[in-house]
């Protein structure tokens, strides 16, 4: 991921919850609930920056309790669908972020796929 790259991902997350929006992860664990809050670390990236040490969704679950789902060393990410005419125009979206793995750094793709639904 390259500086412009890092900046249009956080630019996404950040107006889906600024609308109210609900995600989906049925990897690591799983989570599904309406998000409250996201964060980035580093908050500002540099342009030599290549990767998101971490990105860190509040949510509450259908229960009521606020719960903290975090992706670290965020190398990449892949919008699958979306179903407006935009990005922005959109209520659903789907994507793979692309999460750094050292097991896996000798092989073709060294890294593991987490695919999010965020729907608002």
């Not at 860190?56 to 719960?67: I, R």
């Not at 935009?86 to 659903?92: G, H, L, P, R, V």
Request: with cysteine.
């Amino acid at each position: 991921m390259n500086f412009q790259e890092i900046e249009n991902l956080k630019s996404i997350l950040t107006r889906f919850i600024m609308n109210g929006c609900n995600i989906q992860c049925d990897s690591r664990g799983g989570i599904n609930g309406r998000v409250v809050a996201v964060g980035f670390k580093p908050l500002w990236p540099s342009p030599i920056d290549s990767r998101i040490d971490k990105i860190e969704f509040n949510y509450m679950d259908q229960q009521g309790g606020l719960n903290l789902y975090s992706l670290s060393n965020v190398i990449g990410y892949e919008i699958l669908s979306y179903d407006g005419d935009s990005i922005e125009d959109s209520n659903k979206l789907s994507l793979d972020m692309h999460i750094y793995s050292p097991a896996k750094s000798s092989s073709k793709e060294p890294f593991d796929k987490v695919h999010i639904d965020i729907r608002k």
